[in-house]
């Protein structure tokens, strides 16, 4: 009599798997410096994460911003900073900044007694550099 004896099990597991990873994210925002030659994309999979400059002579391309929400894994984070630094043409990426920031405030509570809670984020900024050849 049942019409659709999976449709139950599909849906659980489509709750589970949203609940599990629906509430993390990171948001990328690039910011290409002026004057700054344009170079064809680099292989994400031999790019350098560095926390310091390097000392062999390199350019500077750009910012790239990373701004988590929830509590990402590391890797997932490395590699959307991987993919953002290849399109500029980068080699590496030198980690410049790592910290919370005030992001804005919510309001609560009704009109007459408003509660304004400030909201904070973590902001990772790299800048990416290409090694001269």
Not at 42 to 47: E, H, I, L, M
Not at 110 to 129: C, K, N, Q
């Amino acid at each position: 009599m049942k019409r659709f004896p999976f449709a139950v099990p599909a849906l659980t597991t489509v709750v589970v798997l949203s609940l599990l990873f629906g509430c993390t994210y990171v948001s990328v925002e690039t910011r290409k410096y002026l004057a700054v030659p344009s170079y064809p994309p680099t292989d994400p999979a031999g790019f350098q994460i560095l926390h310091a400059p390097p000392t062999q002579p390199h350019e500077r391309l750009g910012e790239i911003s990373l701004q988590p929400q929830g509590n990402p894994p590391v890797q997932e984070m490395e590699a959307k900073l991987r993919q953002a630094a290849a399109k500029m043409g980068a080699d590496a990426a030198v980690i410049v900044a790592d910290r919370m920031r005030y992001m804005g405030a919510y309001e609560t509570g009704p009109w007459w007694g408003r509660e304004i809670s400030p909201e904070y984020g973590r902001v990772i900024v790299a800048v990416a550099i290409r090694y001269v050849r």
